[in-house]
């Protein structure tokens, strides 16, 4: 095969982007994928860019699609995260906003006991139900926990039910930061 049809048959994508630059970049060549954090707790996307990825024909890949395992409903209040953990710094992850944020785990540990699944699986049934070009990243090194968000794609929430978590969703405040948010604020090695 040829370079330029090797080159036909690849993709490429952005992480982080904004709509706009997400637009820009497409119109030079368009793009496969655009890459961000995004889950239950951090849809700041909805608003822009998943919208222009779904006009453009753009795939979705989210990472972190659990808020570093925050939605598992398995986050303790006083763990303590150590050496290249990132929860370390995500402010989400300091006790009081873990606390603040239990109305969150409360709804989908609710829509867990109606579907006989788990938090993690209602958290990933809700993305896999919102849009077929969301294609969530699955970060684990367990494999009951591998074996767990598997089980994801048998939760089949019902449209009555998506639309209770999108109306429950609304009236929920989260607390503390984002991963690149928190991250950026750490001190810069020279």
Known sequence: MSLSARARSWGWGQSQATEDEVRRAHAVTPLTAVQSEYSIMERRFEKDVIPAC?????????????????????????????GDDVRRVITRFDPRNIAANQPLLDLITGFAQE???????????????????????LGSRQLDRIQENLGAAEVELTDEQFSRIEAELASIQIHGDRTDEDIAKLPQRQ
């Open 115 to 137: 579907n006989g699944a788990t938090p993690a699986q209602i958290s990933l049934a809700w993305m896999l139900h919102k849009n077929d070009f969301i294609v969530p990243i």
């Open 54 to 82: 779904e006009e453009l024909g753009i795939g979705f890949v989210p990472f972190s699609p659990l808020a570093s395992g925050f939605l598992s409903g398995k986050v303790e209040a006083d763990t303590e995260y150590v």
